[in-house]
């Protein structure tokens, strides 16, 4: 208890700190005020294909959103980028099932669910972006994708002097493209990151940023998409935003928005 009241105290003035049952509390009244239904929407997911965020042996954030609303389609990659695009909003928009309006059958709707990932641990004190995982003993990060563009920034001292090593045979294409948004887009926020003291302070800060990146992004392909398809696409569009924390114990979710695009 002590480990989520810290966390809910360091990210209190940025998101709603939630367990897995508040968090679906507030997902389902929000969503079915607004007419998203099982049997009519369809989720989209932009999260980290890690795989602590849905393990059965675990209670997670994905795991009762899918039980929910009966699965999902994948925009995401590595640090939840939408790596799926604007082609893969289209081709999940094909999807959903039906709605029914007045005898009328209609498209459905889209629920898009944003969320970075950190983990959270007690040892002799807090560490955040580390987890021990089910069946392990030893100290992993969580998402080990930031946490390791965190340790090569550290290694290179400033986003000017970061390597993005090439990939001529496209065989790591979320790491280039998430390493070149961060250091291009994020250089002013990931230098005051460099500068903080607290190494938990700067893992607060990053997963921050991290969404930041993963929003702004899917505002910007749900844009493209409603001008591309806005004709055809008869649904309504929700957008559910916030950070997971993984803890040995399960999920807690920092709440950032839930907002409609499309209604």
Not at 56 to 72: C, F, G, H, P, R
Not at 108 to 129: A, Q, R, V
Request: charged share 25%; net charge negative.
């Amino acid at each position: 208890m002590e480990l989520l009241q810290q966390a809910e105290k360091d990210y209190k003035n940025w998101g709603n700190f939630l367990d897995i049952s508040g968090f679906m509390d507030k997902i389902t009244t929000n969503l079915s005020e607004k007419g998203f239904e099982r049997g009519n929407s369809r989720l989209v997911y932009s999260v980290c294909p890690d795989d602590v965020n849905r393990l059965q042996d675990l209670n997670t954030i994905e795991k009762a959103l899918t039980s929910e609303y009966n699965n999902e389609f994948h925009l995401g990659g590595l640090g939840a980028y939408p790596m799926g695009g604007v082609s893969g909003i289209i081709a999940a928009s094909h999807h959903p099932p039906d709605r029914i309006l007045n005898g009328d059958r209609r498209g459905g709707n889209l629920i898009f669910f944003i969320s970075p990932h950190f983990g959270l641990i007690e040892k002799e004190n807090y560490l955040y972006g580390k987890i021990i995982r089910p069946g392990q003993q030893k100290i992993t990060s969580s998402c080990g994708a930031m946490m390791g563009f965190l340790d090569a920034l550290k290694t290179a001292g400033s986003p000017n002097n970061f390597d993005i090593t090439p990939d001529p045979h496209t065989l790591d294409p979320t790491r280039m493209v998430l390493h070149s948004e961060l250091i291009n887009n994020y250089s002013d926020w990931l230098n005051n990151i460099l500068q903080m003291d607290d190494p938990n302070d700067q893992v607060i800060d990053l997963f921050k940023l991290n969404y930041d990146l993963v929003i702004n992004k899917i505002d910007e392909m749900i844009e493209e998409f409603l001008t591309l398809e806005g004709d055809h696409f008869e649904g309504d569009i929700a957008v559910i935003g916030g950070v997971t924390v993984n803890t040995v114990s399960g999920d807690n979710f920092i709440l950032k928005e839930i907002k409609f695009p499309k209604i």
